[in-house]
């Protein structure tokens, strides 16, 4: 085994893996920044995944695939908006309520997906932009060039998304809402159509990062696919302290870490050293805890994060 080769499939790897928790996390950043608490984006994610994988099966184009996800995610996002900031349900309620029924939902259908196949199909996957040749570059090139589009979409928005955030009047009221909205309706802003905005793009982000897992490398759908990863793109609003662009470098972290775990299972088989295999899967989510003990006391959420909003309470 070349230590080159191994390097280049782990760098491939884990850019492509840390995709769907960079989308999923600036989801996240645009609905606790309006001060409203999203776990159901684990929920969103998963049944975005099989939203963007029968879309694909069923037209044969990865971008309805791709819309579909987007379509399911932002009216998932659109029932929490309703239930926590109309109707001011507990917000982890919410949230968790969405994670059960997207998880009961897609193992309902999922034997309907696949029926009258034989097998499972694999679906069209995001294209790769640059020519195969520039893929074998060392470092550069599993790192960059023998990325799916999507990847690039996702650096694409972590990017617009800071600018936005930081350089514009509604990014300012935005911000603004989830730590003063009192003082936001008192400027004359609608305060309900920014937590609206807020988590409705949050699930819209949730269902395109759901796609991204399915249509970047697998092409498959699989019961509970997303396996936490909604959970620890949660993580990484905490550790990017709120900004798009620091949450995308927190996701190319656990990222790196999930694809290591991975090459670290075979490794110990090829080298017939005996790790369980259930230690080695543990491994990115006890990074997630060991960032998240670090970081507390030093990061500042939206200060009404997890708050219901009263207009008559002031």
């Known amino acids: 085994m ?8 782990w760098l491939l790897s884990a850019v492509t893996m840390a995709t769907p928790i960079i989308l999923v996390g600036i989801g996240g950043v645009f609905t606790e920044r309006t001060g409203i608490f999203n776990i159901g984006i684990e929920g969103t994610m998963l049944a975005g995944a099989m939203a963007a994988v029968a879309g694909a099966l069923f037209s044969g184009s990865v971008w309805v695939g791709t819309l579909c996800a987007m379509l399911v995610g ?11 900031v109309t109707r001011r349900a507990n917000q982890i309620v919410s949230g968790a309520a969405i994670n059960l029924f997207a998880l009961g939902l897609t193992n309902l259908l999922y034997g309907p997906l696949y029926e009258g196949f034989d097998y499972r199909p694999r679906v069209a996957l995001y294209p790769k932009l640059a020519p195969e040749a520039w893929h074998e570059i060392p470092i550069i090139g599993p790192l960059i060039f023998a990325q799916p ?5 996702a650096i694409a928005i972590a990017l617009t998304a800071t600018w936005v955030l930081f350089n514009t009047s509604w990014g300012l009221n935005i911000r603004a809402v989830g730590d003063h909205p009192h003082a936001v309706a008192t400027a004359g802003v609608s305060v309900f159509r920014l937590k609206y905005t807020g988590v409705i793009l949050s699930g819209i982000f949730a269902g395109l990062g759901g796609s991204a897992l399915v249509l970047a490398e697998l092409g498959l759908f699989g019961p509970n696919l997303t396996a936490g990863r909604g959970f620890i793109a949660l993580a990484t609003l905490a550790v990017g302290n ?3 662009t620091r949450v995308m470098a927190a996701g190319l972290f656990f990222g790196a870490a999930e694809a290591l775990q991975l090459r670290a299972q075979t490794w110990s088989q090829t080298f017939g050293v005996n790790i369980p295999y259930q230690f080695l899967v543990m491994v990115p989510y006890i ?3 060991i960032a998240i003990a670090g970081l507390v006391g030093r990061t500042k959420p939206p200060k009404t994060v997890g708050q219901s909003y009263d207009p008559d309470i002031v």
């Not at 070349?2 to 499939?9: A, T």
């Not at 932002?74 to 926590?84: K, M, S």
């Not at 589009?149 to 979409?153: L, S």
């Open 2 to 9: 070349e230590i080159s080769s191994v390097i280049h499939n």
């Open 74 to 84: 932002g009216l998932l996002g659109l029932v929490h908006a309703y239930l926590t």
């Open 149 to 153: 589009v999507i990847v690039w979409i």
């Open 242 to 244: 709120w900004n798009p």
């Open 287 to 289: 990074l997630t805890i």
